[in-house]
């Protein structure tokens, strides 16, 4: 099989060079190129042209661009590919702020997990990506950014945990190649525990994050099957492992639903749920649920969510309110394969 063209280590690109004769200078060239500079094949022009030319046959790119939908404001981006292996269909959005910009990667084609009210999860799972095709989508998004790509979230499709092989070594060269330092980088699960604990034992601290979306196992089980195999007590035992190993705040996600997880009880209940664990390991972020085809209830009002983030902070526990970024052009995860799927957008191909 073919290297991808961000699967290939620098070793691969010495190699390479090697076996056409060139000198070696060439291969850390091309390494600048790609990974420092991060700028497409094309416009590396201090390569020779016939040398682009034989890369480009030889390090294929793994993903064709399907689609490309911008927000009204430019601010957000994000892209339907097809994996030029097989096809199948991957996500990738881009987000600019004033102060950096973030890259939110797919980690799998579809997601076995079956989250009840995730457009990735009621459409079931397809493949792993491999970390070629995982790391392209972190490259492919900062050439289209207006400035440098410094964040990087595993909150596309798919469970990362469930690819944990393929994610690490993505995870390795996102900060190894490209530079992005690994807090700035963020796991998000929805509790898978094994995987929890080999992110625990690893050398790079990454930033955890936890979907939560409920205080109680009948509640959370309703949203998240998984919960039944892996019960809250047990992932929130595993990301206090990932806290205290990492030294590192862990992240609880919280898709706020009209009358399901969003009352005052609920909050009391998350309060006291996350007290345990110590106001140094937590932080709660609320992001009211995004409408999908395949679950009938509502998000949030606004002030619901304002008011569920003040009572857990006079309880001391931090909370966030996400910025729903994107929703204009199907910004949640999964929707806008599962657009294309229904017909309604159009494809570039
Ligand atoms: N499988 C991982 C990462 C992918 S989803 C995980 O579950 O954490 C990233 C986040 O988006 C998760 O917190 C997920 O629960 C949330 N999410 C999925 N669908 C959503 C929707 N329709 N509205 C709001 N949040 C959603």
Request: charged share 25%; hydrophobic share 40%; glycine share 10%.
């Given at each position: 099989m073919t290297t991808s063209r961000y699967a290939a280590t620098a070793a691969d690109l010495a190699e390479l060079v090697a076996d056409l004769g060139l000198?070696?200078?060439?291969?850390r060239q091309i390494h600048e190129a790609l990974w420092t500079q991060r700028i497409p094949l094309d416009a590396a022009t201090a390569l020779p042209a016939d040398l682009r030319r034989h890369l480009d046959e030889a390090l294929p790119t793994a993903l064709d661009l399907a689609v490309e939908s911008r927000s009204t404001d430019d601010r957000t981006v994000k892209?339907?590919?097809?994996?030029?292996?097989?096809?199948?269909?991957?996500?990738?959005?881009?987000?600019?702020?004033p102060d950096r910009a973030t890259?939110?990667?797919s980690s799998q084609a579809g997601c076995a997990m079956a989250c009840t009210f995730c457009?990735?999860?009621?459409?079931?799972?397809?493949?792993?990506?491999?970390?070629?095709?995982?790391v392209e989508q972190v490259v492919r998004a900062a050439h289209a950014?207006?400035?440098r790509v410094s964040n990087v979230v595993f909150m596309g499709m798919g469970e990362p945990l469930a690819n944990y092989d393929e994610v690490w070594a993505a995870?390795?060269?996102?900060?190894?190649?490209?530079g992005i330092s690994a807090r700035q980088i963020t796991i998000s699960t929805v509790g898978v525990v094994p995987g929890m604990r080999r992110l625990a034992a690893e050398r790079l601290p990454v930033t955890l994050a936890v979907s939560l979306h409920a205080p109680d196992d009948p509640g959370r089980s309703a949203l998240v099957p998984l919960n039944d195999r892996y019960p809250i007590r047990e992932v929130l035992r595993a990301a206090r492992e990932v806290a205290g190993s990492h030294g590192r705040r862990v992240t609880f996600e919280y898709a706020c639903?009209?009358?399901?997880?969003?009352t005052d009880a609920h909050a009391d209940a998350l309060a006291d749920l996350?007290?345990?664990l110590g106001p140094h390991f937590t932080h709660v972020n609320l992001i009211p649920l995004n409408p999908t085809a395949g679950f009938p209830t509502r998000g949030s009002e606004r002030v619901r969510v304002l008011d569920f983030a003040a009572r857990l902070r006079t309880r001391g526990i931090a909370a966030t309110v996400r910025r729903n970024r994107g929703t204009d052009i199907d910004g949640a995860c999964g929707q806008l394969r599962s657009r294309v799927a229904l017909g309604r957008a159009g494809t570039a191909d």
């Open positions: 000198p070696t200078y060439r291969g892209w339907l590919w097809r994996a030029a292996r097989d096809g199948a269909q991957i996500e990738t959005v881009l987000m600019e702020y890259v939110c990667v457009a990735t999860g009621q459409a079931g799972f397809e493949r792993h990506l491999d970390r070629g095709e995982i950014s207006s400035r995870v390795e060269r996102i900060h190894g190649d490209l639903i009209a009358d399901v997880n969003d996350l007290t345990p």
